[in-house]
């Protein structure tokens, strides 16, 4: 491993689609109206299953050419060749079907990575619903600074800025929780198949053993194959030995579930806070208010506490805001 | 591994080319002009290829995730999974350079299955020419009891007969070699890429531990990230222990060119009674010569001893017996 502590791209990727490395053909049309924020994760989902692809049709030709060494062991017509091929054989298709568990615990993993995703697309709008109207609020405000209608949107930006807060910590606290998942998956899913290959490739090198190749000369007849009670015995020990394995794993721990308490603790503080400033939110209509709002107001959508931790809201956001609000 | 103790596929396979399970396209006709003895082994080489095929393109697919992944981390704007991201993309490309030397390996021993392939394709040649020539005599013999031809054939019937013995010998001495060497290095290299890989993603679970993953809410800000350090100093731990990898295998031990001792002796032998014969191998006119020559011309190519073992003159049978005879 000799190389570079970082593997990030150096140039930093303009946001063009044409900056894109990788062709997707048609599917690229579906990351094109991707929201912005979630374009990366978007395409890296999308290589992880052609990852995932590629270990299915490993496993697939693994177990395939089990089969066919097998059956060209027999037609040798040479009964240690073919004992030991159909053995080798059986500890091949076993290899195939790790290298499947393998490409279907990838796809589990994928499927975490994709509640981040979800989530960085649901954010985007609520981050352009607060840019818009904290955009339109200035454009009026140098043109009619006396317009009514200021009021009506700095209500609206003090209730954008709340709901983005929420969304923005849903986002920090489901991309932590889940790339951490995610990867402590991905990375135990290598080490089962690792371990258990290793299991299935020593007892395979056994069986090679027995197969005799001294060379004969032209005449000579090769000694009758005496070794398949050794060789069946070696099966059995592969087998026996992937039944023990057991996952030996330092923890990966995570937090992400486990502080209910502390976070009640939090929220009982911002219900506190809260309910100081209430009737404030109700007439709320100086430009301080809503400059202050990021601290005073970030626990107004209590209920959403609980979201944050697990994500079942994830989508209001997007179902709040409009996606023509965002364009 | 709760299978059968035997992968073989139960129903006889016909020869006639429908009997195939895999279409292979264009490339079967490629297969069909194999002579019969070497189309399971150039279909099974085949397989190998698309296996070969599929960890590249796993690995391929790995490296460009791994880069993906950071830059997705870059752009979160969060300092920790910036890091994070950064440190198990490089981990997981690592883990994709692992993927991809082992389709290398895969593929160096797919080549070496292809010796036997090849010995296979020349021995086809071999029995076909001893068959036709038995063929011959037996019907002139029938028709034509007395004509002079018989003498010819017979002679030739000899000559044929000795060169398929060297022939099969040379088949057995080289699938058993062959077949050996291949797979104890393709369990070899499964081992290695297993054993690297197991280093690599307990690193990877390391450094995933060091993220955050509490879940903070609305208008929290959080901590700055301090691990940069044990970050990158499981980085080189991971390239330490990747540096001091080294393969525990127990042998996989050939013979195969270990027996000149005894072969050599085996050759002196043969020398000796082949002294005894010279003077009938002259005048052979009779089917008891023909029917004996079985084990008294053995060892009548007797400069084909060292390419038994060597394999160098596995060619020597279809160059010296047209293909138009074997047809």
Redesign the interface.
């Known amino acids: 491993?000799?190389?570079?502590?970082?593997?990030?791209?150096n140039k930093k990727?303009s946001n063009t689609p044409s900056s894109g490395r990788?062709g997707f053909g048609l599917s690229s049309l579906r990351g094109a109206a991707q929201p912005e924020l979630s374009k990366?994760?978007f395409?890296?989902i999308k290589?992880?299953n052609?990852?995932v692809q590629?270990?299915e049709?490993?496993g697939k030709?693994?177990i395939?050419?089990?089969?066919?060494?097998?059956?060209?062991g027999?037609?040798?017509n040479?009964d240690?060749?073919s004992d030991?091929?159909?053995?080798?054989?059986?500890l091949l298709?076993?290899?195939g079907?790790q290298e499947d568990l393998y490409a279907h615990n990838l796809d589990d993993s994928r499927a975490i990575l994709k509640a981040i995703r979800n989530t960085e697309k649901s954010v985007q709008p609520s981050r352009n619903h607060k840019a818009k109207i904290a955009d339109e609020i200035a454009k009026l405000k140098s043109k009619e600074p006396e317009s009514a209608r200021l009021v009506t949107l700095e209500q609206e930006l003090v209730r954008a800025e709340?709901e983005n807060?929420?969304a923005?910590?849903q986002l920090?606290?489901i991309?932590?929780?889940k790339?951490?998942e995610a990867?402590?998956a991905e990375?135990?899913a290598?080490?089962e198949?690792?371990?258990k290959?290793?299991i299935?490739?020593?007892h395979?090198?056994?069986v090679?053993?027995l197969?005799?190749?001294?060379?004969?000369?032209?005449?000579?007849v090769?000694g009758a194959w005496e070794h398949s009670n050794q060789a069946?015995q070696i099966?059995?020990d592969?087998?026996d030995d992937?039944?023990d394995w057991q996952p030996e794993?330092?923890?990966?721990?995570?937090?992400?579930n486990?502080?209910h308490a502390s976070?009640s603790q939090?929220?009982h503080q911002?219900q506190q806070s809260m309910e100081t400033s209430a009737e404030t939110d109700a007439g709320m209509t100086d430009a301080g208010m809503i400059a202050g709002e990021?601290?005073t107001h970030?626990?107004s959508?209590r209920s959403?506490?609980s979201s944050?931790?697990t994500g079942v809201q994830q989508n209001y956001a997007s179902s709040e805001v409009p996606q023509s609000v965002a364009a």
């Open positions: 491993m000799n190389r570079a502590l970082s593997i990030r791209s990727e990788r990366k994760l395409k890296l290589s992880e052609i990852l590629s270990y049709a490993a030709e693994r395939s050419i089990a089969s066919q060494l097998s059956d060209w027999e037609a040798t040479d240690a060749v030991i091929s159909d053995k080798v054989g059986v298709s076993e290899l079907e709340a807060l929420v923005e910590a920090t606290n991309t932590r929780q790339l951490k990867y402590a990375f135990a290598t080490i198949r690792a371990e290959q290793i299935l490739a020593r395979g090198r056994r090679l053993n197969l005799d190749d001294s060379p004969v000369v032209p005449g000579d090769r069946r099966l059995n592969a087998e992937l039944k794993l330092g923890d990966v721990s995570s937090n992400a486990l502080d976070l939090h929220q911002r990021g601290t970030g626990g959508h959403s506490g944050v931790v």
